[in-house]
């Protein structure tokens, strides 16, 4: 349950953050709504996820670095942004350090 629980998480914060940039600086007023709601709802899961006994390191690294990599990603299918292969290498960087962090994690 805490892995749904971290998985929505970074689902509210993705959304979250892709609203700011579609928010044009908070000039958009239903974007900026969805700003503020996706962001609370996404520490308020992240929260929930810590309280079922994740590891603190572990989750955030998964909360941030699953939330990095889909915005690049996003940024660069929908946003017009550039996917350089260096952008690809740190995306697989990230997803590298995540699963060392899981492994480190296990017993």
Do not use: C, R
């Not at 969805?34 to 909360?63: C, E, N, P, R």
């Not at 990599?69 to 996003?74: E, K, N, Q, T, Y």
């Amino acid at each position: 349950m805490a892995w749904l629980l971290l998985a929505l998480a970074i689902t509210a914060e993705v959304l979250a953050t892709t609203a700011l940039k579609l928010s044009n600086g908070f000039t958009h007023l239903g974007w900026t709504a969805t700003v503020a709601l996706g962001y609370i709802t996404s520490f308020t899961l992240l929260a929930q996820a810590l309280k079922l006994h994740l590891d603190m390191g572990t989750a955030y690294a998964v909360w941030a670095g699953a939330g990095t990599a889909a915005i690049a990603l996003i940024g660069a299918a929908f946003m017009g942004e550039t996917l350089t292969p260096l952008k690809i290498g740190g995306i697989l960087l990230i997803i590298g350090g995540v699963i060392a962090l899981n492994l480190a994690g296990t017993h």
